[in-house]
């Protein structure tokens, strides 16, 4: 009975129609994403035999989200989010059909992979930031944000397991532009599950003032808030420090564990793992109290699971290394996202998940490149340990940050009756 409970409550934030919806449909269309991006991979590595070129593509995929998520959020304060995301992903299949039509005439090249993936990363620069901050507006009861971001992460992480197995035998068999058809198809699930939901006609915001004046006030808000100042702050050091180290893995699994491929691959799966079980137990929570804790605590977990990354030697220790930082990795960003979305005033939530997108998705690619500079520099493990270093000089400066932080986001949750008054009197302040 207990465990029919607990199974019941980790799926509290499917009880919304448009949720449910939006979960069936992202549920399909994931796996068709993380099919086209080993594809994409091994197609750019066919064409090169370049590791250079390898990560210039991924570069170029992801760097439009540090120019252009910041802009992107004012406007998606402005406009309908829900037509937004319809538009974005009929252009992601568009991109996908592209590519598969490219790979089956033989026509494909490096050119077109790279500027498929440029046109890729510029939607992705909208299409994230609107997705985040739309979750709330599929929900139908607030208190089930927390859990519904957490089932995203559980979906996300899941399709990361499925979608790569898939596209390593349909590579093998026949061929990469398969791999892309299927995802081109597969965006027809998500399409329609937008397109069947039933969404109020909110009225576009008017544009009172210019793009530029309201980036600068939604940065002001930002910057502003102790609480959200931090959240991002933590997010951006250990996106650019930390999350980069799956760009050294290939090296870790040959050079360092004396592996090969199959090595690789065993490694990036309980790193999968990890995120997997982090999104699981996130969604079993029934509250958002205690997420501030939760976030410094993981970024020390996902800190220290670097550094002893760096000084292991054993493939055995090395995987179980790899389940904890994704554990811990997926804790923070998913404790993070649940916690922004909470306490982000609902006219600017479009900016500051903007700003969510930029820590994350903006200040990976930098990372990567920094990663792979210093640790030709200095090597693998020395730089894995320094990352993880500062990350956890950076989750100890969270922890000492956290009574501020309570400060700004009790009476806020006290407002919305997450935290009502008399339940506030017997609970430990945890923020």
């Excluded at 490096?110 to 993936?117: E, F, K, P, S």
């Excluded at 479009?350 to 990663?371: C, D, E, K, Q, W």
Aim: hydrophobic share 55%; charged share 10%; glycine share 10%.
């Amino acid at each position: 009975m207990a465990a029919t409970i607990a199974w019941g409550r980790s799926l509290r934030a499917l009880r919304s129609r448009n949720y449910r919806l939006f979960f069936a449909g992202q549920s399909v269309s994931l796996i068709g994403t993380w099919m086209t991006r080993l594809a994409t991979s091994w197609i750019v590595y066919q064409l090169t035999d370049s590791a250079f070129l390898l990560g210039l593509t991924s570069f170029v995929g992801q760097i439009p989200a540090f120019f252009v998520a910041p802009i992107a959020g004012v406007w998606l304060d402005r406009w309908n989010r829900h037509r937004v995301l319809v538009i974005t992903q009929i252009l992601a299949m568009v991109q996908s059909l592209a590519l598969a039509t490219l790979a089956f005439t033989g026509w494909i090249n490096l050119y077109w992979v790279i500027g498929l993936a440029l046109f890729q990363g510029l939607i992705n620069a909208f299409d994230m930031p609107a997705r985040q901050a739309f979750v709330i507006e599929m929900i139908e009861e607030r208190a089930d944000l927390g859990n519904a971001i957490a089932l995203n992460s559980s979906m996300v992480n899941g399709a990361k397991l499925v979608g790569p197995a898939i596209a390593g035998v349909l590579v093998a068999t026949a061929g990469v532009g398969v791999c892309f058809l299927i995802d081109g198809i597969s965006y027809i699930a998500v399409i329609w599950s937008l397109l069947a939901m039933r969404v109020a006609r909110a009225q576009p915001r008017a544009a009172q003032k210019g793009a530029l004046q309201e980036l600068a006030e939604g940065w002001k808000y930002v910057v502003e808030s102790p609480a959200i100042r931090s959240i991002l702050l933590l997010l951006a050091l250990v996106s650019v420090i930390g999350m980069p180290y799956t760009v050294l893995m290939p090296v870790v699994a040959a050079e360092i564990l004396h592996g090969g491929a199959h090595t690789l691959g065993f490694l990036m799966a309980m790193s999968g793992v990890g995120a997997l079980a982090s999104a699981i137990g996130l969604a079993l929570r029934r509250t958002v109290i205690g997420l501030g804790r939760r976030i410094a605590v993981s970024a020390a977990l996902f800190g220290a699971g670097l550094i002893v990354l760096g000084l292991s030697r054993s493939v055995t220790i090395s995987l179980l290394l790899m389940t904890i930082t994704g554990f811990g990795m997926m804790q923070q960003m998913a404790a993070s996202n649940t916690i922004l979305q909470t306490i982000a005033a609902d006219d600017k939530r479009g900016r500051v998940m903007s700003f969510y997108t930029l820590s994350i998705l903006g200040m990976n690619p930098i990372g990567s490149l920094l990663a792979g500079a210093v640790a030709a520099r200095i090597g693998v493990p020395v730089t894995m340990i320094g990352a993880g270093a500062i990350c956890l000089a950076g989750a100890v400066w969270f922890y000492w940050k956290l009574p501020e932080i309570r400060r700004v986001i009790r009476p806020i949750y006290r407002e919305l009756g997450i935290l009502p008054p008399a339940v506030e009197a017997l609970t430990p302040p945890e923020g």
